[in-house]
């Protein structure tokens, strides 16, 4: 059993910056793989990025990419997520998810466990 505990969300204005963090509980936090996904009003949720267990591997959507980094430090069973350049469409809750699998780690089903989510919202 894994428990996630997102933090880090606020109210920003577009070009600014935030760093989610996503907080685990239970000793086997570094077989997890661990991904970080977004869902904004009347939409679906949606991958954002993602890491390998050893963090060896990053995935992005392309809409992130070079302005969002994810990071993880097993020593403290944390995975963050810093958004640079942040945009009004940026604005979504976000959650944190684990997965036991190191493939396909932009489909929502190969998570089993979900944080609660933190709201990110970026003015224009």
């Known amino acids: 059993q894994v428990q996630l505990v997102e933090s880090g969300g606020g109210l920003v204005q577009a070009g600014g910056s935030l760093r989610l963090s996503c907080a685990a509980s239970?000793?086997?936090?570094?077989?997890?793989?661990m991904g970080w996904f977004r869902q904004a009003p009347g939409k679906e949720r949606e991958f954002v990025a993602a890491i390998s267990w050893s963090g060896g591997r990053t995935y992005y959507r392309d809409s992130v990419k070079g302005r969002f980094t994810i990071s993880r430090d097993n020593a403290k069973n944390t995975v963050y997520l810093q958004m640079n350049s942040l945009k009004p469409e940026d604005t979504a809750v976000y959650y944190c998810?684990?997965?036991?699998?190191?493939?396909?780690?932009?489909?929502?089903?190969?998570?089993?466990?979900w944080g609660q989510g933190t709201q990110v919202t970026v003015s224009s």
């Open positions: 239970g000793r086997t936090f570094s077989s997890y793989s």
């Open positions: 998810a684990a997965s036991q699998f190191q493939y396909s780690l932009s489909d929502n089903d190969m998570y089993r466990y």
